[in-house]
T-cell receptor, first 113, second 113 residues
Framework: IAGITQAPTSQILAAGRRMTLRCTQD?????MYWYRQDLGLGLRLIHY???????GKGEVPDGYSVSRANTDDFPLTLASAVPSQTSVYFC????????????FGEGSRLTVL | GENVEQHPSTLSVQEGDSAVIKCTYS??????FPWYKQELGKRPQLIID?????GEKKDQRIAVTLNKTAKHFSLHITETQPEDSAVYFC????????????FGTGTRLQVTL
């Protein structure tokens, strides 16, 4: 089934550890995004990529990094996790930067202790 | 950057009644306004969207209205059903650029029997 796959679906992590959340899409979408969802704060953009080889910072980029080596994959890395990064992370994609609908992955629930 | 405010944060209606969720945006250049529905434990999914060249759009029991002068847009759900219970997010962006959706903080709608 075509779509976006995120891994892991859930993870508990000790503070200070490095963590990479994986995101893969098979829809050949050019644009990809990482959002975090926190109660009362909605969905906030962390990083984005309009096309393979390019990335940009969103609203809350500090403590996170991304790479876009190819069209399909867009991993999000926490270099040294802190408790404030406890959240649900959603990867999303859309056909191109000028079009509308975002397709979301199922989310990755991360708990940093 | 764009700022989207959404109200109310929670909304409880009886089955069969109507529900209205309101959003305001700050950037007068924004021209695309989608609404996403997120059921408990699931990913957000697009339910309806509107572009700035129209004032209203309907799809069965849901409709969205846009007032560009006042910079606000609203989601209307008529004849609510229990399966409408979810969190609803509004969003705004400018298409034609490196568009990044800015989301509201969400409204939790509860439809009671």
């Amino acid at each position: 089934i075509a779509g976006i796959t995120q891994a892991p679906t859930s993870q508990i992590l000790a503070a200070g550890r490095r963590m990479t959340l994986r995101c893969t899409q098979d829809m050949r979408h050019n644009a990809m995004y990482w959002y975090r969802q926190d109660l009362g704060l909605g969905l906030r953009l962390i990083h984005y990529s309009n096309t393979a080889g390019t990335t940009g910072k969103g609203e809350v980029p500090d403590g996170y990094s991304v790479s876009r080596a190819n069209t399909d994959d867009f991993p999000l890395t926490l270099a040294s996790a802190v408790p404030s990064q406890t959240s649900v992370y959603f990867c999303a994609s859309k056909v191109g930067q000028n079009t509308g609908e975002l397709f979301f992955g199922e989310g990755s629930r991360l708990t940093v202790l | 950057g764009e700022n989207v405010e959404q109200h109310p944060s929670t909304l409880s209606v009886q089955e069969g009644d109507s529900a209205v969720i309101k959003c305001t945006y700050s950037d007068s250049a924004s021209n695309y306004f989608p609404w996403y529905k997120q059921e408990l434990g699931k990913r957000p999914q697009l339910i309806i969207d509107i572009r700035s060249n129209v004032g209203e759009k309907k799809d069965q029991r849901i409709a969205v209205t846009l007032n560009k002068t006042a910079k606000h847009f609203s989601l209307h759900i008529t004849e609510t059903q229990p399966e409408d219970s979810a969190v609803y997010f509004c969003a705004a962006t400018i298409t034609g650029t490196a568009s990044k959706l800015t989301f509201g903080t969400g409204t939790r709608l509860q439809v009671t029997l």
